[in-house]
């Protein structure tokens, strides 16, 4: 099947759900709700409703598909957390969130960041925690039917900066931005 | 630009990185003398030969050991600190028995 | 008129787009594909420019972009290399460098006195006239001198242009496609690896593209055709070509710009194949236009289809110029003589190849003088003599007519990458041949550069490194084995001086061989000195062609080898590099609060505070200071609200965050009752009072930590490395963006909050001075700090960030009947220093401990340790030598700066770190470190102010204003 986005395409999702949780009894914590939690930090498992990121051994953070039907994380959230050593995360607030989608995702990023997003390299399910146009940044590489998608996770107070650097590296590719409705309308296509 | 391996992370520029200064034995803060202590804070070995430096991997906030060739400015090793620091550090108060457990 | 050889010769050109272009402003014509320098050759335009010193005609020298000789004014551009720009349609190119016009340059006339003109002369004459010694003349002359030597003119009103830069990623890049990168990049290619492929030429193949390898003139062609086909098939392979590989750094990490984009390339193995510099031969005359490198002449006929001449004499080292005079003959001009500088070539066939087309062949020979024609502005023939020792000739020789010299001593490896990785170049004195030795691990060399100069082995040689870098990338186990190679290239002494001069070592510097023995007689015997005194290979061409040369001279004159002697360092850039090329497309991250589009409606002056962006003052600039005065008397009287989103924050929970705080902060928090605030001073190890910020306790295990907007990144590091080592049971996170905050401020604050709806208790029994509380606010989830730091009745709201624009709103419209007014960060600083209240890093300095900022109240010594307690120890042991004292003065007085001295007698004890004039004061306020014995109440400080100024003020207690704190606690 053929790509859907042929120039590269940004959304920005940072009204998305998403939750944070770290400490020593996280894991267990996260596996008890049904979570499916990746083996080793810097990977990544998604799918329909959940991307499951982990950050390091004992810290783990939890992207709501966009496009999901309901609201899968809530239940996570509205779960009581153990006594001891599990910690809820900011990063719904702390970090801005957006998409990056399209055939030439690599390409755009090769002209922000220093890490090599090939996919040969950085296939889907794996995460660079780095800097991208010099602020610290979480690159998740999910895939979007045929297409590849990078989540990029970086400082809210510098979402606005991110963004303009974003939509000047992708300017030679023709990318442009896009809400979360018009992508919606893109995936559902055929 | 050079390129260091991180423990979580893996190999990065190193631009990624802080460094943090020498891994140092803090002498018995209430114990030692104050050449003692003046030395823990002022002076620095300098050596020329493989050093045990402190190194942050800014974008996860993560502190990890590198050994350092000074001369050669090759990274031998890296490590997570615990492999170094695997117990926790009390200090008690001054006149008690012992200040770490 | 435009004259072109017949195809084939010209590779590079398309005969079908002539491109028009004005040349010192006539038109002329072109194709494209050309350089600017091949279509002015194309139209019998040789001469480009004039030397730098004696302004002599120049031509090209390489036509490879190599030397200074071709560097010309292109539009508003000065110093472009017109062997390297791609010919444009209408461009204007002009000379440089000249007094009158490019073909009547006034200024040649120095060349007349270059004999009174040695190296330093302008400097060393013009500098202090030795018969007024004691006046500096220098300034005087230096512009007439710098007009002299004037390159090019720059176009000031000219529109910044996009430049950007890239990372590229490959396991392996291959610098150079010439036959040995090409096999390199096939090889690596074919087992698997990515590979870049990076050449400054517009065509893949290097020297294939213009060298002739075999006596029928056919290898080469076919060779390309072949090389390139299959690189082009290959989809492992990325070429870049007209890019330059500027510089090598730390593992592998190569900067390689491509018309406006600089790539930062990355490659796990790096091969190099940037072959060899044909090195020219020293005799009189030997930088006329018309005197070119062999190679300069082959590229001129097989590139761009020019002939550089019509009758021309081949001087050679080597038998490469045999070949040249092949080409040169094919092409249809006339070859005078091969002359070689040794007894006889190393192969045969060549020979016989020269005989049998009767071309003449003089053995032992060299070019001791070009003969100018008019005004030096081409060569009308060549004096030849036989060698009869090193750089000595016969008395006596032979002129013979030609407009072209051709020369060829030999080759340089094009070592300047190598080098810049920590490579050795070694010279060998027996064969004159270069070694490169000393690689990096992950570095390999192939071809020319690693001395292989027969085809068959280069291409061997390309092959082996290609295999060397997949066995490192473990794609392959075989190691693979040297390549051997007997060709000799390099004549070792070419060098001729004539008594005369004009025997040129340095083109670009106008050094002749004189110039350098002299260094060497005035005691410059080191390279490294030689460059600097001469400055010889400090021209755009860096040594290029005039490096070994001046190895050879100063080698012989000081009695050394060349391998004693070395050669000098070379540095990055490898080729010149616009700025534009750096400064291009940088990154300066800006971070705004959520509330930053309300205040630019309502008018802020937005500043930076870290990289943060707040507001100064809301209003105009030119009303600047009113606002300012405004803002604060309204938080005085009524009410006023400030962003404070920019605050670092720090979350400590878990079992041990009480005992972590307390080792971090100098104050005790054990006792700490959930639902207060404490006042939270950090001390590194040193002593020195480094943060500061309040501490709120949530719950038992859960603390809230506030730190400064610039310092709480540190904090935060500081933090994790702490604990890093102490394995507390405790989770630290920054959550400065994670949360916006407002302070509201002034006397009807409380009443602002009544109106936006809180589900806690506001009033001052239940929620007092240094209190915490957790509520709902307006519908939003919100922490609540009553603070002090502007001296009124103050809450600090802190929401998380998505509520930020939504909690601005609610303040503003619930404090609208109230009179509230946003104030700025100046506003703040004024109110605060009323109050006496420091800011850490700008009324504390990399010394201050905590009795001299009178903070040794914030200081426990019940707990056992806190980060820098020793050293505060033993610094309070000592006698202190300073204080952070307030001061006033008059309202209409001078008013003190930040940073302005302190005085004692005639010693300096100190400085002001803060000042400001206080409206509700009516007075000039201020903080300053004074000497110990200027600190007591009353006495008189002597501040120097601006323009050496001495005023006098007075030390007050502090806090200036509201001294017993009871406005903040109401």
């Known amino acids: ?190 | 630009m050079k390129i260091m391996h991180c423990p979580l992370n893996g190999p990065r520029n190193i631009s990624e990185f802080v460094y943090g200064g020498d891994v140092r034995q803090m002498p018995q803060p209430d114990e030692c003398t104050d050449k003692a202590w003046a030395e823990y804070v002022f002076y620095a070995d300098n050596r020329a030969g493989v050093v045990t430096e402190w190194w942050l991997h800014t974008p996860s906030g993560y502190w990890f050991i590198a050994e350092r060739h000074t001369v050669t400015d090759d990274i031998v090793r890296t490590y997570d600190a615990s492999d170094m620091f695997q117990q926790r550090i009390d200090f008690m108060v001054a006149g008690s028995d012992k200040e770490e457990q | 008129m435009m004259t072109r050889l017949p195809a084939p010769a010209g590779l590079f050109i398309n005969r079908d787009k002539p491109i028009d272009f004005s040349y010192e402003g006539r038109r002329l014509a072109g194709f494209e594909g050309d350089t600017v320098a091949s279509a002015l050759m194309a139209n019998n335009e040789a001469l480009m420019s004039r030397s730098f010193k004696y302004h002599r005609p120049r031509g090209p020298l390489t036509m490879a972009g190599q030397d200074a000789n071709t560097l010309m004014q292109v539009g508003g551009e000065p110093n472009v290399l017109a062997d390297q720009l791609p010919l444009t349609p209408g461009v204007a190119v002009t000379g440089q460098n000249y007094n009158g016009s490019l073909q009547h340059d006034r200024s040649s006339l120095l060349g007349w006195f270059g004999r009174f003109m040695p190296v330093g002369f302008y400097y060393r004459a013009f500098y202090k006239i030795p018969f007024l010694r004691s006046f500096k003349t220098w300034p005087l002359w230096e512009p007439m001198i710098r007009k002299m030597a004037g390159l090019g003119v720059l176009d000031l009103a000219f529109t910044p242009e996009y430049y950007d830069k890239c990372f590229l990623f490959h396991d392996v890049v291959v610098v150079g496609a010439g036959p040995a990168g090409l096999m390199a990049a096939l090889t690596a290619a074919h087992g698997g690896a990515s590979v870049l492929l990076v050449d400054e030429q517009p065509q893949l193949g290097g020297s294939l593209t213009y060298h002739r390898f075999d006596i029928d003139g056919v290898e080469a062609d076919k060779l390309r055709a072949d090389l390139v086909a299959q690189v082009e098939a290959n989809n492992n392979i990325q070429v870049l070509t007209k890019a330059v590989c500027n510089a090598w750094f730390t593992d592998n990490f190569l900067p390689v710009i491509q018309g406006k984009r600089m790539y930062k390339v990355r490659a796990k193995e790096c091969i190099v194949a940037s072959g060899a510099f044909e090195q020219h031969v020293v005799f009189r005359n030997n930088d006329l236009p018309g005197v070119m490198m062999a190679s300069a002449a082959s590229r001129l006929i097989k590139q761009y289809g020019v002939a550089p001449g019509q009758r021309a004499i081949c001087l050679t080292g080597n038998d490469d110029g045999y070949m040249t005079a092949l080409d040169l003959q094919e092409a249809g001009i006339e070859v005078a003589a091969v002359v070689d500088m040794r007894a006889e070539p190393e192969q045969t066939d060549v020979l016989a190849a020269l005989q049998s087309r009767g071309i003449a062949h003089y053995a032992g020979h060299t070019v001791y003088e070009a003969l100018p024609s008019a005004g030096n502005r081409g060569i009308r023939g060549a004096e030849l003599r036989a060698i009869t020792g090193q750089g000595k000739v016969a008395s006596q020789g032979k002129s013979i007519d030609c407009v072209v010299v051709c020369m060829s001593s030999g080759y340089m490896p094009v070592y300047q990458l190598l080098c810049q990785a920590g490579g050795q170049l070694n010279y060998h004195d027996g064969s004159a041949a270069f070694t490169l030795t000393n690689l990096p691990k992950h570095l390999h060399i192939a071809g020319s550069v690693n001395g292989r100069h027969a085809l068959s082995a280069v291409l061997a040689d390309g092959e082996r490194a290609g295999r060397v870098a997949l066995h490192q990338l473990g794609l392959s186990e075989k190691v693979p084995s040297d390549v051997f190679c007997s060709r000799q290239v390099n004549f070792d002494w070419p060098i001729f001086s004539h008594p005369k001069g004009k025997d040129f070592v340095d083109f670009d510097e106008d050094l002749q061989a004189k110039d350098i023995i002299n260094a060497t007689r005035m005691g410059y015997r080191d390279i490294q000195l030689v460059k600097r005194f001469s400055t010889v290979g400090m021209g755009p061409s860096q040594g290029r062609h005039s490096a070994l040369a001046t190895a050879r001279l100063v080698a012989k004159a000081t009695g050394r080898t060349v391998t004693e002697t070395g050669v000098t360092t070379a540095r990055p850039p490898f080729a010149p590099e616009k700025l534009a090329h750096s400064a291009g497309r940088m990154f300066d991250p800006y971070r705004r609060t959520r509330m930053h589009q309300r205040h630019v409606e309502l008018g802020a002056q937005m500043m930076p505070a870290g990289n943060w962006q707040r507001p100064a003052y809301y209003g105009t600039t030119s009303q600047r200071q009113a606002c300012i005065r405004d803002e604060a008397w309204h938080v005085r009287h009524q009410v006023g609200v400030i962003d404070v989103s920019t605050l670092g924050g720090i979350e400590l929970r878990g079992p041990d965050a009480v005992e972590f705080l307390e080792r971090m902060y100098t104050f005790g928090f054990a006792k700490q009752p959930v639902g207060k605030t404490r006042y939270a001073v950090m001390t590194n190890e040193h002593g020195v009072v480094v943060d500061d910020g309040v501490a709120c306790r949530l719950s038992d295990q859960h603390f809230y930590v506030t730190a400064t907007t610039s310092g709480v990144e540190g904090v935060y590091r500081n933090m994790m490395k702490w604990n890093a080592q102490w394995r507390l049971n405790v989770d630290i996170a920054n959550v400065t963006s994670a949360f916006a905050a407002v302070n509201v401020a002034g006397p009807l604050a409380r009443e602002v909050l009544l109106d936006m709806g809180a589900d806690i208790d506001l009033s001052p029994e239940a929620f007092p001075y240094l209190g915490f509380r957790e509520c709902t606010l307006a519908g939003m989830p919100a922490r609540l700090l009553r603070v002090g730091f502007v001296g009124e009745l103050g809450y600090e709201i802190h929401v998380p960030s998505r509520f930020g624009e939504a909690l601005w709103d609610a303040v503003m419209g619930a404090g609208k009947t109230l009179g509230i007014k946003p104030f700025g960060v100046e506003a703040q600083r004024l109110l605060r220093l009323e109050k006496g209240h420091i800011i850490v890093g700008q009324d504390t300095d990399g010394m201050s401990h905590p009795g001299e900022l009178s903070l040794t109240w914030a200081l426990n010594y019940k707990k056992p340790f806190f980060v820098g307690r020793r050293s505060v120890d033993i610094l309070m042991a000592q006698p202190q030598t300073r204080q952070l004292v307030g001061f006033t003065l008059p309202a209409n007085s001078l008013k003190p700066e930040e940073g302005h001295l302190v005085l004692q007698g005639d010693d300096i004890s100190g400085n002001v770190t803060s000042c400001e004039f206080s409206p509700t004061l009516d007075a000039i306020i201020g903080m300053a470190f004074v000497g110990i014995d200027q600190a007591a109440v009353g006495s008189k400080l002597p501040i120097r102010v601006d323009g050496g100024k001495r005023i006098f003020a007075e030390v007050v207690a502090m806090p200036f204003f509201d001294p017993d704190n009871q406005r903040q606690a109401l």
């Open chain 1, 1 to 190: 099947m053929a790509s859907k986005f042929e120039h590269p395409v940004l959304i920005e999702l940072s009204d998305s759900a998403r939750a944070g949780f770290r400490g020593l009894a996280a894991e267990k914590h996260l596996q008890r709700l049904g979570i499916n939690i990746p083996d080793t930090p810097n990977l990544a498992t998604y799918g329909d409703e959940l991307a499951v990121l982990r950050l390091s051994p004992k810290e783990f953070w939890l992207l709501q598909h966009p496009l999901a039907e309901d609201s899968p994380l809530d239940k996570v959230q509205d779960a009581a957390l153990p006594a001891q050593d599990v910690y809820r995360l900011f990063c719904r607030d702390s970090h801005a969130w957006f998409w990056l989608v399209g055939d030439r995702a690599a390409d755009v990023m090769a002209k922000v960041c220093g890490v090599d997003l090939r996919a040969v390299v950085f296939p889907p399910g794996t995460i660079a925690q780095t800097s991208v146009a010099r602020v610290n940044a979480i690159v998740v590489h999910q895939t979007l039917g045929n297409d590849t998608c990078f989540n990029l996770l970086c400082d809210s107070a510098a979402a606005e900066y991110f963004r303009r650097c974003m939509l000047d590296a992708m300017a030679e590719f023709g990318g442009q931005c896009m809400e979360r409705e018009q992508l919606l309308t893109i995936v559902n296509q055929g």
